[in-house]
């Protein structure tokens, strides 16, 4: 029986991209949590837009019953607006929605972290990342599987000006780049999150650099 999907992060670059590359039928059930619509999945009937606003998270319990949560939930501090409100968004709400989900007999978790998330990290936002990843782990899920992108390539929603820049930089010297800084496309990173959504196994599996690239 295919495994029903429920994603957090809809409108973001992977979250959508992901969304986007499912056909009917491909999943027993597909569930986005947005804050708003997303038009652009009009024609993807199959896919349930459930509407929330994040106040109350008690209110998605009934979306997270799920056999495979996916999270590309993140912002920038910048975006954010204070460190507090980062931490909140990118650590507190993806861990309550997986202790949530995991209650709720979901068995499998996918998250898109970033390169260099390290729970002892100096830099502020690789620390919220690495701390986010440890969490996960005592959960108790089968399977879960942290991917760990460096710059993410695609056309944004949301305007990034460092993003930019750096793309303008990085895209034309990619070959030169190692795999661990190599920016990557979101198209690749969605396919990563479907093709693990179909494999077996147990733990905790990271990947990063050359094995986003390809299949493992």
């Not at 409100?85 to 499998?108: S, V």
């Amino acid at each position: 029986m295919s495994p029903t999907i429920t994603v957090i992060g809809s409108t973001g670059l992977i979250g959508l991209q992901f969304l986007r590359s499912i056909s009917e039928g491909e999943y027993g059930g597909v569930t986005a949590i947005t804050r708003r619509e997303i038009p652009c999945l009009s024609d993807k009937p199959y896919i349930h837009q459930a509407i929330h606003d994040f106040s109350d998270l008690e209110s998605m319990r009934a979306d997270l019953k799920t056999d495979v949560l996916v999270c590309t939930l993140g912002t920038t501090i910048k975006t954010a607006g204070s460190q507090e409100r980062f931490f909140e968004i990118d650590h507190n709400i993806p861990l309550a929605l997986a202790k949530m989900a995991r209650k709720e007999g979901c068995q499998t978790f996918i998250l898109v972290s970033s390169m260099g998330a390290n729970a002892k990290s100096k830099i502020f936002y690789s620390r919220v990342k690495g701390q986010l990843e440890a969490a996960l782990q005592e959960v108790g899920f089968q399977q879960l599987h942290i991917l760990r992108p460096s710059m993410l390539l695609g056309d944004r929603q949301e305007n990034r000006p460092g993003e930019f820049i750096g793309k303008l930089f990085m895209q034309p010297l990619s070959f030169l780049i190692p795999w661990e800084y190599k920016p990557i496309q979101a198209s690749t990173v969605a396919a990563k999150m479907r093709e693990l959504i179909s494999s077996e196994g147990s733990g905790t599996s990271v990947w990063s650099g050359r094995k986003l690239f390809y299949k493992n």
